[in-house]
Nanobody, 125 residues
């Protein structure tokens, strides 16, 4: 099992930036595919970014491509989501997720077995 804890959320004006962190414990994230999802009030959980395990590919939702960058630091057992040029529509609770399964759909929340508690990101207009 792996435990995930997100941090770094907060309130920011449109156009601003935040960096979220997902700290893992219990297992090394190098053995896991990792992902970020977000959920706004009244909306379904939506894919944001995914990082395949070491040596793999990073994917982004079209809505954040070019603005968000996700990375993993295996030495720190931490995944990051750098969010630039934030928009009010980015407002949501952001979740970190992990799976050891191979060949799963990276952009589907059901592909991931392990989840953090979420961190709130609020972007004001």
């Amino acid at each position: 099992q792996v435990q995930l804890v997100e941090s770094g959320g907060g309130l920011v004006q449109a156009g601003g930036s935040l960096r979220l962190s997902c700290a893992a414990s219990g297992r090394t994230i190098s053995n896991y595919d990792m992902a970020w999802f977000r959920q706004a009030p009244g909306k379904e959980r939506a894919f944001v970014a995914a990082l395949r395990r070491s040596g793999g590919t990073t994917y982004y939702a079209d809505s954040v491509k070019g603005r968000f960058t996700s990375s993993r630091d295996n030495a720190k057992n931490t995944v990051y989501l750098k969010m630039n040029t934030l928009k009010p529509e980015d407002t949501a609770v952001y979740y970190c997720a992990a799976t050891m399964a191979s060949g799963s759909a990276y952009d589907t929340w059901r592909s991931y077995n392990y989840w953090g508690q979420g961190t709130q990101v609020t972007v004001s207009s």
